[in-house]
């Protein structure tokens, strides 16, 4: 009986990472995305954050192209149409991240991936609750580490 995929969120950074500046070090997250191991869940707010930051020119040397991550969005990310308040809510001291903690606890997910210092200081709380907050390195070497190792080969 096949399992449903375990639901990501991620942060505005990481979405860059993968999408603009196509970071081959979170290659391996990215690959869990796109091949549907991991289902990335994210809200309009979260995209139109992006194109806001991509919009002021933040990324303008890697001339990203904003149709293309639009239709990355619409391709893999799962998007809510609205974010209900977690049964326990985690206040993050940056308010522009307060989205991402709440779709994340609201929706079960089992990790929200981001660089940001704010989200990462709530990592302790919301391990409690259920939900990892990590880096992308620590994503992958977790990852990595809960990986089945492969079974040697049996001689009769």
């Known amino acids: 009986m096949p399992t449903s995929p375990e639901r990501i969120v991620l942060d505005t950074q990481v ?11 979170i290659q391996p997250l990215t690959q869990a995305v796109s091949d549907g191991s991991l289902l990335w869940i994210g809200h309009p707010e979260m995209l139109a954050e992006l194109q806001h930051v991509l919009g002021r020119g933040v990324a303008a040397a890697w001339a990203p192209d904003l149709a293309e991550i639009e239709a990355c969005f619409e391709r893999l990310c799962q998007m809510q149409p609205q ?11 940056d308010p522009d991240d307060q989205i991402f903690i709440d779709l994340a606890l609201a929706a079960g997910a089992r990790w929200l991936i981001s660089r940001d210092r704010a ?7 919301a391990r409690k609750l259920g939900l990892e907050i990590l880096t ?11 990986a089945p190792s492969p079974s040697p080969d049996v001689q009769t």
């Open 15 to 25: 979405v860059m990472d993968w999408l603009v500046f196509r970071e081959a070090s």
């Open 83 to 93: 974010i209900p308040a977690p049964a326990v809510r985690l206040v993050c001291r």
């Open 119 to 125: 989200v990462l200081a709530l990592a302790r709380r």
């Open 136 to 146: 992308p390195a620590a994503w992958i070497k977790r990852r990595q580490a809960e």
